[in-house]
């Protein structure tokens, strides 16, 4: 099966689209005992994956600094290892299961939000895969909302520093001429 | 099952942009109703989510909606707005939330605008307690939401009263408080009426503040930008508050859920809300020509400043184009922010024009309303805890449905036929066109200029535009039916609804005025029905007029019951021809114009009790005006009233003129017209507005008596 990631082409096989479910099609034909076992496979990976408490970044081997080039290239790097295809034929389970590990790692770190909330929440000391959408919305509406105070805090003290200097004798404005006009006005009394 | 119960108030619930519906269970605990949100997903990470929001929420409350009258002990300690000041933001909090219970409390016994009110509660109590009003001048656009600053301002106590007969009014209004700086009630003025007051202000050397609180979605209408644009060129200290609640499009919902956003503005605005896109889009940029190098770096500086202008900035740049300052967003609902960033404002000596972008959630607070597909905007009596209105059922229809089931029905036959309103969709009844006909249905925004236009371009390409348009909203447009339609005889239909007196909406929505200003207008053709039968005879009249533009106009309410055509498909009229309704033998005709006909007929039967024979006759059109009738009627009595629900002006006047150049009235004719007297009518129920304008059967017969001579006591 030829993965559309550039792997090396294996003779006698279509090119397809890669997706994790089909991978597992295509074992089917060759291992029985892994179609029955793929249900569990997910939950499992999950559960080993929380449990051995490898993050993303240890996974693909990479610094949390990484920037999405090195993401890319270790994510290719590691497909490309752990495979089903080209994986030793008494290690696929495991390294199939490393694969959709690897797999779902790009998926998270190679979007820049995503990425934005797993490193939140490394920092606090979970680690869960990235199908918790629903929580990912909500923590992005949290997100969004501390940021938008340092943007407006900004936003603030940039306009008292323009209005400091805002009816300074060059600025004719309707608006600055009365209001000179009232200072002075005001400093006549 | 682990049962999560979110605070209502703090529920982070998705907006329905995509019209999708997340299944929602409601349960009811202590008598106060939550929403749980049903994921789907494992229930560990259900509670992983209460969890953080109970982390993330500073203060937990469960509101009180349980039909009895709330507790509200902060609230009873406000008498006067300058009371707030001696809260803490604590207190603040809290006491929007009593603010909260006391409008769903009220509005469920009296109806009116319950989810717009509750999205600003928090805006409303930082905006008091930060200003002083009345020196300070607070505007709110439109209006419907001013509930809780009523509340605050001394009229707590006359809140039952609300939208009522001689109660209070349901949109701000000078007359009735200091407090209401400007009387609103159509969209997009507040920005032009504040600039007016600071200008005013500055003129007089007066240094006290101006506030206008507009929404996004009256921000679809060109006087906001026209007063934005006015406003920067002027540099005066003005703070704009944009309300947010991305219900760009006034959600009266189509069948299937809410309206979504119209137009490229509400994407504008989106995007300022998510800057983070744009310094995710910023930092993933740095790092490509990091790794690329020198030669790319003009390329993504250029790259950064577009980026700026296409995702974070768009609409900031916009508001700073017109020479604005722009603060935000800012999070509507965290009382402490909206404190801060209004001191910090209030508190330069010259800002000049600040926009304030608020971001906010209609219907927050109140579970029934935040997941409302129109988010219970507008809304009859309710039951507190469940958010059911109590709609009447009633034997028949609303005109407006009437209307809707016929333009479909011709729309059916006619694939040119295309629907157009003003974000009036469930008030227009042409959500029912647009679920019929999804791409022939057109919602502007609250832009009823744009929509006359806009029709007439469609007509001119041959299409039959039927732009449905409240009578007083109407008015907005005028220049755009005289210069763009009417001068140019392009065959624009006009569906005007809400003709007449309208009921607890009071002078700012009554419709008196449509028959006066559409009939002065050389090529137009103007009618009204009866009743539902004759408005879907209309519908197939105005229809077939593919020559010159043509109106009708019907009330608020609902049917009498007449026998509709098969398949609500009307046949169309003789242009031009009134009818008789009943054949008098005796010297006296009424002739009426549009519902009151019904009325004039009720009348006939009262004086028929007291011996006198009348002649009821159905005007149907009022231009071209049926001479043959009018010829008929003066000739064969000796005493003709005209009656219409309208202003001065109209039909009446249209008759009386005709009756002038035909000689009619040098001979024994006694001629009487009775319209809407020469003054606002007060909110009220629509019957109550009937009997102070004296339209009512017993009003018609009285004047035919009067002209008679006698006088008849209890009449």
Known sequence: MRCSYGLTAIPGTDARFFSPETSFLQLRRTFQPTRIKFGSFKIKAKIDEARK?????????????????????????????????????????????????????????SDPRRRALYDKDLAL??????????????????????????????????????????????????????RRQREELSKEL | MASSIFRTNYLPLQQYQDGYNPIYRKFRSNGVAVAQLETGNANNERNTMAKRGQQATQIKRLLNFSGKEPSTPLLDTINHPIDTKNLSIQELGKLADELREEVVYTVSNTGGHLSASLGVAELTVALHHVFDTPKDKIIWDVGHQSYPHKILTGRRSRMHSIR?????????????SIHDAFGTGHSSTSISAGLGMAVGRDLLGKNNNVIAVIGDGAMTAGMAYEALNNAGYLDTNLIIILNDNKQVSLPTATIDGPAPPVGALSKALKKLQSSREFHQLREAAKGITKQIGGQTHEIAAKFDSHMRGVVGGSGASLFEELGLYYIGPVDGHNVEDLVYV????????????????????????YAPA???????????????????????????????????ESLIAEADEDDK??????????????????????????????????????????????????????SSFLQRGFDQVAHDVDLQKLPVRFAIDRAGLVGADGPTHCGSFDTTFLACL?????????????????VATAAAIDDRPSCFRYPRGNGIGSILPPNNKGTPLQIGKGRVLREGSGRVAILGYGTIVQSCMKAAEQLQMLGISTTVADARFCKPIDGDLLRQLAREHEILITAEEGSIGGFSTHVSHFLCLNGLLDGKLKWRPMVLPDRYIDHGSQSDQIEEAGLRSKHIAATVLSLLGQTRGGM
């Not at chain 2, 330069?348 to 209609?362: D, S, W």
């Not at chain 2, 919602?443 to 348009?469: R, Y």
Request: aromatic share 10%; net charge positive.
């Open chain 1, 53 to 109: 408490e490898m993050s993303f970044y240890e996974l693909l081997g990479i610094s949390e600094r990484g920037t999405s080039l090195e993401i890319k290239q270790a994510y290719k790097q590691l497909a490309r290892k752990y495979h089903p295809d080209v994986s030793p034929p008494d290690r696929v389970e495991e390294y199939t299961e490393r694969f959709i590990r690897v797999q779902e790692a790009y998926e998270t770190l």
């Open chain 1, 125 to 178: 000391g979970i680690h869960l895969a990235f199908s918790a959408r629903r929580r990912y919305q909500y923590d992005e509406d949290l997100e969004d909302r501390s940021e938008w105070k340092n943007r407006w805090q900004s936003q603030l003290s940039e306009l008292k520093r323009r209005s400091r200097n805002r009816d300074a004798g060059g600025n004719m404005s309707w608006g600055a001429r009365m």
């Open chain 2, 417 to 470: 036929i295309v629907g157009i309103h003003a974000a009036m969709s469930g008030g227009t009844g042409l959500n029912l066109f647009q679920k019929r006909f999804p791409d022939r249905c057109f919602d502007v925004g609250i832009a009823e200029q744009h929509a006359v236009t806009f029709a007439a371009g469609l007509a001119s390409k041959g299409l039959k535009p039927f732009c449905a348009i409240y």
């Open chain 2, 164 to 176: 009522q007969t001689c109660g209070l009014a349901g949109f701000p209004k000078r007359e009735e």
């Open chain 2, 342 to 365: 209004l001191n910090e404002v209030r508190s330069m000596p010259a800002p000049g024009p600040v926009l304030i972008h608020v971001i906010t959630e209609k219907g927050k607070g």
């Open chain 2, 522 to 538: 050389p090529n137009m053709v103007v009618m009204a029905p009866s009743n539902e039968t004759e408005l879907m005879h209309m």
């Open chain 2, 370 to 404: 935040e997941i409302a597909p129109d988010k219970m905007h507008g809304v009859v009596k309710f039951d507190p805890k469940s958010g059911k209105q109590m709609k009447n059922k009633s034997a028949t229809r609303s005109y407006t449905q009437y209307f809707a």
